[in-house]
């Protein structure tokens, strides 16, 4: 019989095979929905809106549902309920005829996730010693890119036999959405333990302070990290044809795959901090790499660059607010992060909207670099006021 523990480290891999086939779902799609949505009228103003309501609004909802799994204790209903709405509701898109049609299934998908990301964030966790989180999340991380990068090839290979019909994409992307769901009852619940050798994470969330100013120094940030769709639109701007997005956006998860596990297992062995820090300070220079270049090389090479950013950051965010806090309250701490962040996309993707609208592109992608550079002053006060903590204690 195996042993709970090798029990529990499975469910990284079976909660990864679940993150990978959505993904290979969601990047079928993603990669086309700005060109969708301008084929139908919406201007660019108007598509930063929609992505901006989609997942700020559904964000909402992530706050409620990660305390709900830690008040019920059963993670994996949360889980398996959130991964069916968004698979039974990505199909719809076929049938999308004006750009409201798809405002509500991108909130229906999202809704989806808002009920399974923190109760998902939480089980990982909690399956894995603190020494081994930043593993586990770049490993799943990962897969979750795995799933990335097949979603565009499929997409391709859609669109080369059937040239510019999207909406087959959109209908044929419900399958693996639908394999997802079959994995989730093979994972196992892992009991809460509420037992902490840190004394900072057995406060609440409220009085965490590191996890307080963390959390402003993330929202101050979003506010320049507005949708990708507008990596995207910069892509079709300087003459990248629909054809070769998909490919584009496959480069992109390439490298976010490669990247994710890698430092995941640094920041266990250097700590969270240092690998926080030059994620913030990275991502302003891509941003302005976006902001000065408009040849077709110079955006192939800074899409590729963007996907170590994402190994940078989001296996090891959630490495750091799992050690912030203790397992009776990561459910919360998760869906409050990511409520956060989803709130302060709307008006990010607005202002990104209208700044291009205005002024241009180059603009608007210096607007983001200053918004991440605001955040990564605030960070490093939280990353202060932790050691300040460890001294007391």
């Known amino acids: 019989m195996e042993s709970p523990n090798r029990q529990s480290k499975k469910n ?29 009228g919406a201007s660019t103003s108007l598509i930063g809106i929609i992505e901006g309501i989609a997942e700020s609004t559904a964000s909402i909802f992530k706050t409620y549902f ?63 010693p603190q020494e081994k989180r930043g593993e586990a999340f770049g490993v799943h991380r990962a897969m979750d890119r795995a799933g990335a990068l097949l979603g ?61 100013i963390f959390l402003i120094g993330n929202i101050v940030f979003s506010l320049g990290n507005s949708s990708n769709a507008f990596l995207l639109l910069k892509a079709t701007e300087v003459g990248i044809t629909l054809y070769l997005i998909p490919l584009l956006w496959m480069s992109y998860n390439f490298v976010s795959m490669i990247s994710a596990p890698l430092f995941g297992k640094l920041s266990d062995k250097i700590g969270r901090a240092p690998i926080i820090s030059v994620s913030f300070l990275y991502y302003s220079i891509i941003y302005l790499g976006f902001s000065f270049f408009s040849d077709q090389l110079s955006i192939w090479l800074l899409f590729m660059a963007y996907g170590i950013y994402y190994g940078l950051s989001a296996g090891v965010y959630k490495a750091y607010i799992s050690d912030l806090v203790a397992s009776d309250k990561r459910g919360a701490a998760f869906g409050i992060f990511e409520t956060a962040i989803g709130l302060a996309l709307l008006p990010a993707s607005i202002i990104m909207g209208y700044v291009w609208e205005l002024f241009g592109s180059s603009y608007a992608f210096m607007i983001s670099s200053i918004f991440s550079l605001l955040g990564f002053v605030i960070v490093l006060i939280s990353f202060w006021s932790k050691s300040q903590t460890k001294e007391i204690n």
């Open 152 to 212: 565009p090839v499929l997409a391709m290979a859609i669109l080369y036999f059937a040239p510019d019909n999207i909406r087959l994409v959109f209908l044929l992307a419900g399958i693996p959405a639908f394999i997802a769901v079959l994995f989730i009852p093979f994972s196992k619940e892992i009991k809460i333990s509420l037992k902490s050798s840190n004394n900072e994470a057995k406060q609440s969330l409220a009085s965490n302070q590191t996890f307080v």
């Open 12 to 40: 990284i891999f079976i909660l990864g095979f679940v993150s990978l086939f959505t993904d290979i779902s969601s990047q079928m799609i993603n990669p086309l929905i700005p060109q969708f949505l301008t084929s139908l």
């Open 66 to 128: 990660g305390r709900l799994s830690d008040k019920i204790q059963n993670r994996k209903k949360f889980i398996l309920f959130g991964y069916g709405l968004s698979a039974i509701s990505k199909p719809f898109l076929f049938l999308s005829t004006i750009w409201g049609h798809v405002l509500l299934v991108k909130f229906t998908e999202r809704m989806g996730k808002a009920m399974r990301s923190p109760a998902r964030d939480a089980l990982i966790a909690s399956s894995v």
